[in-house]
């Protein structure tokens, strides 16, 4: 049975007792859909630091909502010690970890399992069989120090089937529908927190249920644009689970760029290249015109299990993101584009029902390490729209950018609707 570790000092949490196989090529999400259905269905695939790819299973932990906000532990530190070998880590109170690695740093199908001493020795006892493993004792600072030198942590993803919210369906007649029964938008404007947003949807809904009904053909297009986007947890850790199979180098060609954008059911991966002594044949993805650059790019769907409509109004918003971007030394523009006066002898349009700003956050490491998803998620409203990486000319020298929006609503919207009436 999986378990989720905490180490001290270390913000991201970590599974324990995850089953694995070995996979000749990264399985798609239809796959480990099918394979989760037996295995359990978080799962997870990486390619190890030796090229092997591996795909891990485990049955959904109570009390965690979001798979995406976790790592696992076996995968992060398969490569700490040349294979094979396996470690025996004492966790505390009675509970010892123990973890088996061989070809390719790859973590055998039982080599990630949770107990007692006498459990996990015995465990250990029964691989000994195999022979050649060197043997590593250990603790949490053990720990501690592998997974802080680890830069790549790919993240657990939530296989399950997709458990649309019942309300999204019609969300985009609601937003109309709030015009016709009058400051129904105004909902948006106090709901605060997730059990506050939860309140807030279940009340504008009920009250909006009627009119949603009548307007739902006129709202086809009206969908709030925030609300088919995940949450900045499950963002980061689909963007982490993508850059972990990315290839640095390849054939003589180096990565001079790569980006994940954040999409309705997809990130769209793009990667550049740069030649550094690789032959024009074979370059990674379309030549460019000098035929010393090339590039790929590839759409990976997803299931996001995250989305919510919950947004706040502009200032408000502003001022939670501006509070955590200080708290990571980040100084935040967020001014938005001004608007064009209508033309001479019309009037203004009315106000729309919501807005969006740019919300870039440069970073100096990953994002998904540099930044807490969770924290991330206290800015209502704020959806990140793609991660990026820039290399220098020759090899893996540059920076990264999380790029982002920040949505909110009008209260001069629900003003409008008001008079109309």
């Not at 999986?2 to 196989?21: D, F, N, Q, T």
């Not at 954008?261 to 290249?273: C, K, L």
């Not at 502003?318 to 002898?345: F, H, T």
């Not at 807005?355 to 800015?379: K, M, R």
């Amino acid at each position: 049975m999986a378990e989720i570790l905490e180490l001290p000092g270390v913000k991201a949490r970590y599974v324990l007792g995850m089953s694995w196989r070995h996979e000749d090529a990264p399985p798609k999400a239809k796959a480990m859909r099918a394979m989760g259905a037996e295995r359990g269905y978080w799962g997870v695939v990486y390619t190890t630091s030796a090229d092997a790819v591996q795909a891990g299973f485990c049955e959904p932990v109570k009390g965690i909502a979001v798979a995406a906000k976790l790592r696992p532990l076996a995968a992060v530190v398969g490569g700490a010690h040349p294979p094979p070998w396996n470690g025996l880590y004492d966790l505390g109170s009675g509970r010892y970890w123990f973890v088996a690695v061989r070809d390719g740093q790859q973590v055998i199908p039982d080599g990630d399992q949770v107990g007692t001493l006498d459990e996990m020795e015995a465990l250990r006892n029964a691989h000994r069989e195999s022979g050649g493993w060197k043997e590593i004792e250990g603790g949490l600072q053990d720990l501690v120090d592998i997974v802080a030198g680890t830069a790549k942590q790919p993240t657990i993803r939530n296989y399950g089937p997709a458990q649309m919210p019942s309300w999204l369906p019609v969300a985009g007649a609601i937003v109309v529908a709030t015009l016709l029964v009058g400051g129904g938008l105004a909902w948006y404007l106090h709901a605060k927190g997730l059990e506050a947003e939860r309140i807030a949807r279940e009340q504008a809904a009920a009250l909006a249920a009627q009119a949603a009904k009548e307007a739902a053909d006129g709202a086809k297009h009206a969908v709030l644009p925030w609300s088919v986007l995940p949450l900045a947890s499950e963002a980061l850790g689909a963007c982490a689970r993508e850059w972990d199979t990315q290839s640095l180098a390849k054939d003589g060609w180096v990565l001079s760029g790569w980006e994940c954008a954040v999409q309705e059911g997809n990130v769209a991966i793009t990667a550049s290249w740069i030649s550094n002594g690789g032959l024009a044949s074979a370059a990674p993805g379309v030549l460019g015109p000098t035929g010393r650059t090339s590039g790929d790019s590839r759409d990976v769907a997803q299931d996001w299990s995250t989305l919510s409509s919950f947004a706040e109004t502009e200032d408000r918003a502003k001022v939670a993101a501006w509070s955590v971007a200080k708290r990571y030394g980040i100084d935040l523009n967020l001014e938005k584009a001004p608007v064009a006066p209508p033309p001479p002898g019309k009037e203004a349009p009315p106000p729309p029902p919501w807005s969006q700003i740019s919300a870039p956050f440069p970073a100096v490491a990953p994002p998904w390490l540099a930044f807490d998803g969770d924290e991330l998620e206290t800015i209502p409203g704020y959806r990140i729209t793609s991660i990026g990486y820039k290399a220098g000319p020759i090899g893996p020298v540059g920076g990264w950018e999380m790029r982002g929006a920040l949505y909110s609503v009008n209260p001069a919207a629900a003003a409008v609707a008001g008079k109309a009436q």
